[in-house]
């Protein structure tokens, strides 16, 4: 299957280290959660899961930045991770987050699905 751009948000649902946009996705055969931020002006996205233990990371709603705005953290053990790579940079985690190809173009956020991330059809 082709790569597919799938539209997300509006650019402006996105403000640097502020709320994430939820969104499902297609995953290993699971529909799984991910999420999409914006940090230093770009947007990220990654499937909602520690590398520590595979569990949702936001501690409330959409909020997975640490109050320093600088990195996401995970709720349940503290895993902190660089938003930019979804590198591990402190906390118990193994390895890094899952990334999400993303875009933005004429005002709005999308996601790139590949051959193990597919849109989730309701």
């Not at 650019?11 to 280290?17: F, I, M, P, Y």
């Not at 002006?41 to 949702?56: F, I, Q, S």
């Not at 640490?66 to 995970?74: A, M, N, Y």
Request: net charge negative; aromatic share 10%.
């Amino acid at each position: 299957m082709a790569e597919q751009q799938i539209p997300l948000c509006a650019s402006t649902a996105l403000q640097d280290s502020g709320l994430g946009v939820p969104f499902d996705v297609r995953y290993g055969g699971q529909t799984c959660l991910a999420f999409a931020v914006r940090y230093a002006g770009m947007v990220h996205a990654y499937l909602n899961r520690c590398a520590h233990v595979p569990m949702e990371m936001d501690y409330q709603p959409n909020q997975f930045f640490d109050l320093s705005g600088h990195w996401l953290i995970c709720s349940t053990h503290g895993a902190m991770y660089d938003p930019r790579s979804g590198a591990c940079m402190g906390g118990p985690c193994r390895g890094r987050l899952i990334k999400i190809a993303v875009s933005e173009h004429d005002g709005v956020v999308h996601w790139h699905t590949a051959h193990n991330l597919q849109p989730v059809d309701f």
